[in-house]
């Protein structure tokens, strides 16, 4: 069984800055992508950013140039650092572990439990 551990979530100021981690154990294939998602109250889930298993990667136009994401394949784990902060990116990040097909195209794959962000003065 899968599992993913998130942290790093937590409450911030506009302009400052936050690094989410996420932990993968379990029977992991080397052969994934992973990825963060972000979801606000009665919104759907949106990815933020993705890094394929070659290493290319994927930004939601919303975070382009403030956050960027990173693997640790050694220790099954992905990073988003995520910088400049605004109180839109307030929302529960979520892990993803598993295929995207196109970025927008992905398997059902395997979720963390979701980290809170809060970006406030």
């Known amino acids: 069984q899968v599992q993913l551990v998130e942290s790093g979530g937590g409450l911030v100021q506009p302009g400052g800055s936050l690094r989410l981690s996420c932990a993968a154990s379990?029977?992991?294939?080397?052969?994934?992508?992973m990825g963060w998602y972000r979801q606000t109250p009665g919104k759907q889930r949106v990815l933020v950013a993705a890094?394929?298993?070659?290493?290319?990667?994927y930004y939601g136009d919303f975070v382009k140039g403030r956050f960027t994401i990173s693997r640790d394949n050694a220790k099954n784990t992905v990073y988003l650092q995520m910088n400049s902060l605004k109180p839109e990116d307030t929302a529960v990040y979520y892990c993803?572990?598993?295929?995207?097909?196109?970025?927008?195209?992905?398997?059902?794959?395997?979720w963390g439990q979701g980290t809170q962000v809060n970006v406030s003065l």
């Open positions: 993803y572990l598993g295929r995207f097909v196109t970025w927008s195209v992905r398997s059902a794959g395997y």
């Open positions: 379990g029977i992991i294939s080397s052969d994934n992508d």
């Open positions: 890094i394929a298993r070659t290493a290319g990667t």
